[in-house]
C-alpha cells in the first residue's frame, strides 16, 4: 500500500534552501505544490495551494518575530508547520511550540529524517529533532525552577504511565487500548497531567518529561510499537520499515 501524498509548500528566502527541498522530496509521497520567499508570499501560497504541511526556514523575509507564524497560520488553521532551524534559537522554538508548530528540524537534518518528519506531522504527530530537544532542555533549565522530586510527587502512578506513553507519540486512543481505559479517562488523564506539568500541550509535557527522567518505563513497561518517542538524547521518529 503506497503512502498517501503529502502537499507541502517550501518557505525560505533562499533560493538554494528552497531548490534543495525539493529535490530531497522528489520521487517520495511529498509533494512541493509551491515555494515562497517571503511572509506575504508564504500567505498567498497557503490560501491558494491548501498544503498539507508547510516547511518553513527562519531565514524568510518579513520574519521579524515569532508572531509572523500565527499569521500563516490563519491562512490554513489546519496546516501543519515544520520549522528549519539552528540551535541557537531554543527560545524562538518554545514560542514557536506555543503558537502551535509541529515539528522542528535542524539544518543539518539528513534527506531520510526530512522525509520521516514532514509524513509523521502530516499525520499529527509532532516532532522535535534530538539536537534541538537538547536546547529546548537547556533553555526550559534556565526558565523554571520545578524540581523533579516535585514534578514526580505531584502525577500518580496511572498519570506517570500516560505520560511516558504521550513521550512516546501515542495518541489518547492508542494509549486507551494499551493500559485498557475507555478514551475519555484517557482524555481526563492527560488534561489532568497538563495541568499538573503547567504546559499548555502534549509536546511541551513531552519535553519537560524527558528534563525531569519522567519519560522512563515504570516497573511493568510496555512497548510503544514503533511510534515516535522521546529518550535522554531527544524525540526521535522510528526507522522507516523495510520494503
Given amino acids: 500500500m503506497r503512502p498517501r501524498s503529502i502537499k507541502i509548500v517550501v518557505a525560505s528566502e533562499c533560493p538554494i534552501f528552497r531548490i534543495g527541498a525539493t529535490a530531497v522530496f522528489s520521487g517520495s509521497s511529498v509533494r512541493v505544490v509551491g515555494e515562497a520567499a517571503s511572509v506575504t508570499e508564504a500567505v498567498s501560497r497557503v490560501r491558494r495551494k491548501e498544503p498539507d504541511v508547510l516547511l518553513m526556514d527562519l531565514q524568510l523575509r518579513g520574519n521579524n518575530s515569532p508572531d509572523c507564524l500565527t499569521e500563516i497560520k490563519s491562512a490554513r488553521p489546519e496546516m ?96 486507551a487500548q494499551a493500559l485498557g481505559y475507555r478514551l475519555g479517562t484517557v482524555k481526563s488523564f492527560v488534561q489532568r497531567i ?32 514503533g511510534a515516535v518517542r522521546v529518550t535522554r538524547g531527544g524525540l526521535d521518529l522510528p526507522p522507516r520499515p523495510s520494503g
Avoid at 139 to 152: N, P, W, Y
Avoid at 208 to 224: I, T
Fill in 194 to 225: 497538563m495541568l499538573k506539568l503547567g504546559v499548555a500541550d502534549r509536546i511541551q509535557a513531552a519535553v519537560k518529561a524527558a528534563r525531569d527522567g519522567l519519560d522512563q518505563p515504570l516497573a511493568d513497561s510496555r512497548s510503544a510499537g
Fill in 80 to 175: 501543519r508547520i515544520v520549522i528549519v532551524t539552528s540551535r541557537e534559537q531554543a527560545a524562538y522554538l518554545l514560542h514557536a511550540i506555543n503558537l502551535g508548530c509541529s515539528g522542528f528540524v535542524s539544518k543539518e537534518v539528513t534527506a531520510r529524517r526530512l522525509i520521516q518528519t514532514v509524513r509523521a506531522v502530516a499525520s499529527g504527530a509532532r516532532v522535535v529533532e534530538p539536537v534541538l530537544l537538547n536546547e529546548l532542555l537547556a533553555e526550559l533549565g534556565k526558565r523554571e525552577s520545578t524540581t523533579e522530586s516535585e514534578t514526580t510527587e505531584a502525577l500518580s502512578v496511572t498519570e506517570r504511565e500516560v505520560l511516558r506513553l504521550i513521550t512516546r507519540g501515542q495518541t489518547n486512543r492508542q494509549i
